[in-house]
């Protein structure tokens, strides 16, 4: 009968939960120490969703190389607890429902142990609804999406955040705004979904209104007409500083249009929003970046003085060879790096449950690139806090300004904005975590 | 794409199922005529209410009896010329096992050679008539018991309504049945399974052409000719939705809500979109699966955007035309409208839909100005009313407890377009809630005795899946919607090694008091193509629960 040794393991667990309780009747096997799904004790089975092909593919697809060069990197050196870590690779394109298919797949046929770095809040809201890793137990790692939602345990009981939430980046900028541009005229473009309204509530919370708001639909920059449409507004309202918060695509298409109508605003870009590979890889001249402003929550890719990154470029020369290094190989190893560090702080007998329960426990504490602690506790599921800002030189080279990391922290909520006084801990030794 | 391509996958053969065993001549009321053949015995009758039946004896006869119940025939005759069912007449004949409808005889031929008798009944009443069906089953049970006294145990399954009335039948006699199998089954009531059809056409109606009645028709003949001309409307203006979607234009009959829709931006695909979210219109359907592009510029755009409407229209057509024919009926057996709205709130409805289809419904704005159009307080998009003293009476059609006390199978397809997996999902919950409580009693007796005795499990449930992807695409681009609906969509579209899985469910709890389980079942599973039985499977709910 199906679910015969899970049901008798159960109602042992809580025969054993009452204490008072005989023993004698109650079936041998209950007390079989069940093996979880995706471990054995020499391997750990990942999967992750994104798109490695399509419109949204560019720069994203390398995410995965990223990750499986610092897995090899580990297994190399002995893995976690003797266990080598395979990662499993499905491309969804970015279509929501192909991430419910692509997920289904790596949990009922190559039956994963966890999901890590899935790609997208529409695609993890869609495989949250129709998959629902969360009733199943099923771990869903460090999601690549910033949407405050994913931090809701409740609503996401196995889904944990790595990035800062959108909110939270965009009640920094709302201060760093503020700080920065006073009294110019503010413009704001957006992507009209789930993404995009995060935004306006932490613009709203940090208290910055825009005389310019230009929503756009998803895909709608795919449209050649559209982007001019954009700018049209924006120049029509006069808008001195445009803070874009989109996908790198529509940047491309912004800049494009922008420049193409001669409209030199200063440029703000939204995290997701300002990733140079992908923005460059839409046709986008390197000089165009020139003085285009950006946040981050990792070191520059090209800061060689931060020893994570100095260590990730060299597992990417020696298990990623080909790959240029730039933000997305950097965010893909840093999450790889979570994840062993959550893996080995589950211990040798792992269990979805205990690594569950370890990233809630021990996760504040995770040595990791991010430049603010990461803030999981048994009640959230939150990521990384905070932000720092930078400017593109004319190669599209992302450099803090000042040459220093000025760190800002903030909530989803409604605390305050402030200056970081977070000093990341120094990365274990060899870059290889070990509780 | 033409429009009869996307009409023609209007699952006719569900829903008006034939039937190809034939019953001898000499059949009267209540005694069965048996042609007394030693290798197959067939015979036939009528029960006390009218209904045809027909019973088939093997000669090795095994003393197990399987009582088929057949699907939703609607109760009226089509005229000719509307797309699925033109030309349907109404008919009672007798079918004894699943297949026999579309000639397929496997199953049955299966079964009879494992020593299994078959009998099932074309029921009195056709429509929606699971009271006088469920009365017609437990009168054939007993004809069968008094012409062949070695009948030892009866079986029942079902499809579609057939299904319904399998549960109906095991929760008031579960006393008469070893075994349950309700495939692609409605469940509850009727009213939750018409809800979503009626809101489809609720939306059809209020965007694309208000001279739709959509219900609330008139008594005998003058209502008959309403829904008939329902029928003609609502395949013509979804039509015209179809060419729309290519175009962008919306149709000439469309409301004035419709068209300040229209003059907003908003695409007719994604209005369509819409009105399938909040029916709870399944987004994967016969020919798109919401997932595939084309090679080239469409790649992406494809599923993102015009996919999941091109799904809702090949399902919704299916939804729709069956909120014309059952609420007609159905308002003729309660004696009113029995739609209605007035206080559906949609926008929750949508809400994970509205995330997971933002691209293809434009986006939040658009999202927001299509909900805010078909809000209460738009009066340019009138709720239905229902009438209070007919959704009395069709409340009090018989309904589902969701109790299971024999065991019982389930099947259906997780893109179903009638009977949505989250009918059979509400049986499983309603299981897993009763499962439970037997446990804690369980427990608790142990608590006392020393002794624990675990409940036993007696639900299976099957899902029929859709491949990873499937959509087609010719030279041109252009979907393909000639080739055979995928698995897992349509209409209890089952192949026959998915039906031998149910068959072979029911044989071994015959034979040894259990399912197939574990890796038995994980092999038969695998064998048959496209089934799951992950335990961890939810099917989304019906939106009548939302």
Not at chain 1, 380 to 401: C, I, R
Not at chain 2, 104 to 126: E, P, V
């Amino acid at each position: 009968m199906i679910g015969t040794n899970r049901r008798k393991l159960l109602v042992a667990s809580a025969v054993l939960v009452t204490g008072a309780l005989t023993l004698s009747a109650i079936p041998a096997q209950a007390f079989s120490v069940r093996n979880e799904v995706g471990v054995t004790s020499n391997s750990i089975k990942l999967g992750i969703t994104l798109p490695m092909t399509g419109a949204a593919s560019p720069g994203y697809n390398k995410i995965p190389g990223a990750m499986k060069a610092y897995f090899d990197y580990v297994n190399a050196n002995g893995g976690v607890n003797g266990r080598k870590i395979t990662l499993v690779v499905k491309d969804d394109a970015y279509t929501p429902t192909a991430s419910v298919q692509a997920t289904n797949e790596l949990i009922l046929q190559d039956k994963v142990f966890a999901m890590v770095g899935a790609l997208g809040t529409a695609n993890n809201k869609a495989v949250a609804a129709l998959v629902n890793p969360g009733r199943r137990g099923i771990p869903d790692l460090f999601v690549n999406t910033g949407f405050s939602g994913f931090a809701d345990k409740k609503a996401y009981p196995t889904t944990f955040s790595l990035f800062p939430s959108y909110i939270m980046e965009a009640k920094i900028m709302s201060m760093y705004i503020k700080e920065n541009f006073p009294g110019k005229k503010l413009g704001l473009l957006y992507q009209a979904d789930d993404f995009g309204r995060d935004a306006l509530a932490g613009f709203k919370t940090g208290g910055v209104t825009f005389d310019v708001t230009v929503p756009y639909a998803p895909l709608s920059q795919a449209t050649p007409t559209t982007p001019p449409t954009w700018i049209t507004k924006l120049q029509a309202g006069g808008a001195e500083v445009v803070v874009l918060f989109g996908v790198s695509s529509a940047t491309a298409a912004a800049l494009g249009a922008a420049y193409a109508m001669k409209y030199h605003p200063q440029w703000i870009l939204g995290s997701v929003g300002g990733d140079a590979t992908a923005i460059k890889l839409a046709g986008v001249p390197a000089p165009l970046f020139t003085g285009v402003q950006t946040a981050s929550f990792l070191p520059a890719p090209a800061d060689t003085t931060d020893e994570y990154v100095k260590l990730f470029q060299t597992i990417n020369t020696k298990y990623n060879p080909g790959a240029t290094f730039d933000n997305n190989i950097l965010a893909g190893m840093n999450t790889a790096f979570v994840t062993v560090q959550a893996i080995a702080a589950a211990g040798k007998n792992l269990t979805r449950k205990g690594l569950i329960t370890a990233i809630e426990t021990k996760g504040s504490t995770f040595a990791s690139a991010g430049l603010t602690p990461m803030a999981p506790t048994a009640t959230s599921h939150a990521g990384y806090n905070g932000y720092w800002f930078g400017t593109y030189d004319g190669t599209a080279t992302l450099k803090p300004n000042g040459g220093v990391y000025t760190v800002y922290t903030t909530d989803s909520g409604a605390g305050a904005v402030a200056k970081s006084t977070y000093k990341r801990p120094a990365m274990p030794v060899n870059g290889l975590p070990t509780n | 794409m033409t429009k009869a391509r996307v009409l023609s996958m209007l699952s006719a053969t569900a829903l008006v199922s034939m039937m190809v065993v034939a019953l001898p001549t000499a059949a009267h009321a209540a005694d069965p005529a048996c042609d007394g053949k030693l290798t197959l015995n067939s015979c036939g009758g009528v029960t006390s209410d009218g209904a045809p039946y027909a019973i088939q004896v093997p000669g090795n006869f095994n003393g197990t009896v399987i009582l088929y119940s057949h699907g939703y025939r609607p109760n009226v005759p089509v005229p000719a010329g509307i797309p699925g069912y033109g030309g349907y007449k109404v008919t009672n004949t007798a079918e004894t096992a699943p297949g026999q409808s579309g000639g397929n005889m496997a199953i049955t031929q299966y079964l009879l050679s494992q020593g299994y008798a078959l009998t099932g009944s074309g029921f009195a009443r056709q429509g929606w008539n699971a009271d006088s069906a469920v009365a017609t089953d437990v009168e054939l049970i007993g004809i069968v018991k008094k012409q062949f006294p070695t009948t030892k145990k009866v079986m029942a399954w079902g499809q579609s309504l057939g299904g319904f009335i399998t549960q109906a039948l095991a929760e008031t006699h579960p006393d008469l049945l070893t075994a349950a199998a309700p495939m692609c089954m409605a469940a509850g009531t009727v009213e939750n399974e018409l809800t979503m059809a009626g809101d489809f056409l609720w939306g059809v109606k209020t965007l694309f052409d208000p001279s739709i009645q959509g219900g609330n028709y008139a008594a005998g003949a003058a209502g008959y000719a309403q829904a008939m001309g329902d029928l003609v409307k609502f395949f013509t203006v979804l039509g015209k939705v179809q060419a729309g979607i290519s175009s962008g234009a919306w149709p000439d009959t469309s409301s004035a809500t419709g068209q300040a829709l229209a003059k907003a931006g908003i695409p007719v695909r994604s209005a369509l979109l819409l009105i399938g979210l909040m029916s709870g219109i399944n987004t994967q359907s016969a020919h798109f699966d919401s997932i595939s592009g084309p090679a080239g510029a469409l790649k992406l755009a494809f599923p993102l955007a015009v996919s999941p409407a091109l799904a809702v229209l090949e399902n919704g057509a299916n939804a729709g035309a069956l909120a014309i024919l059952a609420i007609q009926d159905v308002e003729g057996q309660s004696g009113g409208a029995i739609f209605d709205n007035t206080k559906t709130d949609y926008a929750a409805r949508v809400a994970t839909g509205s995330v997971v289809f933002n691209v293809a419904l434009g986006g939040d704005e658009a999202i927001a100005g299509m909900l805010g159009a078909l809000s209460t307080a738009n009066p340019g998009a009138p709720r239905a009313t229902g009438n209070a003293a007919a959704m009395a009476k069709m409340r009090a059609l018989i309904q589902h407890t969701g109790k299971i006390s024999i065991p019982t199978v389930t099947m259906v397809g997780v893109a179903d377009p009638i009977t949505p997996a989250g009918a059979s999902q509400w049986l499983a919950d309603k299981y897993a809630a009763q499962f439970a409580a037997e446990k804690a009693a369980a427990m608790s007796a142990y608590k006392t005795t020393g002794a624990y005795v675990p409940p036993k499990k007696q639900l299976v449930s099957i899902w029929s899946t859709t491949p990873a992807s499937y959509t087609k695409f010719d030279a041109t681009a252009a979907p393909i919607t000639s080739t055979p609906a995928a698995p897992g969509t349509n209409h209890c579209n089952f192949t026959t090694a998915q039906f031998m899985v149910v068959a072979k469910e029911l044989v071994s709890v015959d034979k040894t008091g259990g399912f197939v389980a574990g890796s038995a079942l994980a092999t038969l599973v695998r064998k048959a193509g496209n089934l799951s039985v992950d335990p961890m499977y939810r099917a989304p709910a019906l939106k009548f629960y939302e």
